[in-house]
């Protein structure tokens, strides 16, 4: 919980009053910030209801580097390290096949006699592409010598054939890093590898580069104007037009930018390109690039003082491809390269916004502590950095028949002026909040809603969370709403999220951290609940109500036969106008799950409603005398995020408290507690009554005595997304931090209240018959924990 860290981080010794301000200004936040998830599923509750399958592969952490995901031969490949998977799309844990490839102890040896950890000295997988239908390029690093091989792949009847062609190993000097963590990108297009990497064991030599079976072209050597410092983040084949010859290759890198020797200023992101077919020149630029061109990536936001913030260390990208190739769409996501503030954005970019920039004008300065200007002289034809095309007049069949005023040209001049905006000139996503997560990885389905497309994101964290999140932007307002659906916790121990990849296809997730590699169903319309009311706030565009449960979403015509009316309100989440007459809020009021519970007067009490969605405000009403009236809270009662919080008891609070919570709107009553409050020595004496021997487990049913059995609505509550043991630790820190007695009683009362689990096991063995726990849809042990039990055995 935010709550939790932030108070055990900063609070420890702040005094109460300090203390609610916290809470009330987090509470604030909590409901008015979307970016804050709706939904939080664990790890368990990803695992129990088979939203998510593990591969963790045997023994030695997995350590995946690079995935590949091939859909003709229904495989997810995964390098790792000294190891080599194809996993089944269907099921990653099942039917897996693996090919052992470390380096040999000669080659280990001496890579650590060239000074390197034993670690390091692994053949770490980092390349691998599809080369044709039947086989894969795979390289690793060799432990500091780079290797590649070809591997056969299909099906040989039953079998799925995988297999390192022994006599395909080369070396992959030039085509593989080193250092197992030097970055580098790569795509395979038509036989032709386009990589990004450095091809030297120093890392000095940071190259654009393609290979195929005769050449090897690439940037320049020792060009700093070309690339400098470069980190390797992304590229791709995107076509111009229908003219092959005009495709060009487009590079996603940072690098620093430069200013004269050895003065160097920050860092940018950079998109550079080059033509698919560029074969270099004659006479100059023999084996280099003859249309290598970049310019600058700009994702940032308006200060309050004029002076933007940007964001140009880019993390990763995705390209978003459609129907119509030429076109796709380009999501960056970015970090702040100040080393204090670590904020994070993603930006989302048009392929003419990318083609203005370089049909622009070419970029000049005339020393290098100059700013750069555009340059205004005569640009030679044909336009530098345009390919050898019939689109481009036909006049030049290769690049090396193009004049050397050309060659000269693209050489001095590679850098645009203009830089490429972000659509709508702004991010569609931020985050920052300092201390937050790291985002690491991000990947995009474009999903048709009933109110249009939505982008659904998908961003991996370096605590092994993916957060789906899709973002609405408002013509007249001109600002960008971010939902945060769904907050999953992919993996139990966190991790950096390495890589994600989709498949729309399948509607599954591959995500892979170095613990393993996760399948992950892109979405779970049953989980937010079977009212219309749940479907709809949930604003889940794969997601409909259906008239009976929430329900994929098919657009009109997919499913022509099922005609039933579906709701689905994704930008306004309105339930009250879409759910209107389904919703009788006095039966609700009356059906919620009721619950009794006993406290002792003078001490500390916690009526627990933590709803399902984290972005509902929860409300609490004391019912008297046939009236409602709205708990609001003061110093002694208050209303935090897991419930109402009594700091001393009084006899007078005793009555029936409503827990209702309030999302767009929509009201919904969650749970009633009728609250009894005991007097002290009531409960002196049932402490020391004596007991059966086990003394642990009778002070245990004393006070977890269920309550009678509610007539409860079964679909009224909905499991809490927070573990107990979590709620038991923010309690008690909660406690701590106000100062509340000392350690020792604060413990002991914590373990009164929600005793530990084999207790409560067996108390529940016990009293099971008094219909006390109330069992989820086959969530189990979390559901049981929603509310501790401070009841007492009379
Ligand atoms: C999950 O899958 C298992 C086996 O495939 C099945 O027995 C179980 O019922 C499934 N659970 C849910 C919640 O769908
Ligand atoms: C990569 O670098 C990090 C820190 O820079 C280091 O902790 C880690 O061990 C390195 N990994 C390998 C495989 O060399
Ligand atoms: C793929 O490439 C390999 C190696 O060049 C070759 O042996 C194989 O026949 C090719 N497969 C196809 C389907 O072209
Ligand atoms: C590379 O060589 C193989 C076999 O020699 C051939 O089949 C393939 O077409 C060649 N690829 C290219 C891009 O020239
Ligand atoms: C946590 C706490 O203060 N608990 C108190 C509850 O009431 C009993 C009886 O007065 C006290 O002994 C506990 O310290």
Known sequence: MLILEIMAGWLRSVNLSLMLLCLILLGMAHTKHSIYPRIRLSHKELWQTNRTWIFQGRGMPLQPQTMLLDESHQRLYVGAKNALFSLNLDRVNAHYR??????????????????????????????????????????????????????????????????????????????????????????????????????????????????????????????????????????????DNDDRDDDKVYFFFTERESDGEGVNRGILTRIGRVCANDQGGQRMLVNRWSSFLKTRLICSVPGPNGIDTHFDDLEDVFVLTKKDEKNPEIFGLFSTTSAVFKGYAVCMYHMEDIRAAFNGPFAYREKLEHHWTPYEGRVPYPRPGSCASKVNGGGFSSSKEFPDEVLRFVRSHPVMYRPVLPHHHRPILLQSEPGRRKLTQIAVDKVQAQDGHYHVLYIGTDDSVVLKVITIYNKDTDTVEEVLLEELHIFKVPAPIKEIIISPKRQQLYVGSEVGVAQVRLHQCDLYG????????????????????CSRYYPAGVYTKSRRFRRQDVRHGNAVQLCNGLQIDDEQWQRAEEKLMYSIESNTTLLECVPRSLQAKVLWFLEKGGEKHEVRGDERVIVTSHGLLFLHVRSSDAGMYVCQTVEHGYVHTLLRVNMHVLREEILQTAMHKPNDGDGASAQCHSILLPAPAPSVNPRSLQPPSVPASNSRLWYKEFLQLIGYGDAQKVEEYCERVWCSDKKRKKTKRKYVSLGGEKKGKGRGEENSHRAPRHTFDT
């Open 530 to 549: 079977s009212a219309c009311a749940d479907c709809c706030l949930a604003r889940d565009p794969y997601c409909a109500w259906d008239g009976l449960t």
């Open 98 to 239: 693996q090919i052992n490839w470390a380096s040999t102890e000669f080659q280990i040896e001496e890579c650590m006699m060239k000074g390197r950890e034993k670690p390091e000295c692994a053949n770490y997988i980092k390349v691998l592409q599809k080369y044709n239908q039947t086989h894969l390029l795979v390289c690793g690093t060799g432990a500091f010598n780079p290797i590649c091989a070809l591997v056969k792949v299909g099906h040989k009847g039953q079998e799925t054939t995988f297999a390192v062609e022994e006599e395909s190993v080369t070396s992959g000097k030039g085509r593989c890093p080193f250092d197992p963590n030097s970055s580098c990108m790569s795509t395979l297009r038509r036989g032709e590898l386009y990589i990004g990497l450095y091809t030297d064991y120093w890392e000095n030599d940071g190259a654009l580069c393609r290979l195929n079976n005769h050449t090897y072209t690439r940037t320049e050597r020792n060009d700093r104007q070309q690339l400098n410092e470069a980190k390797f983040v992304g590229s791709a084949v995107i076509p």
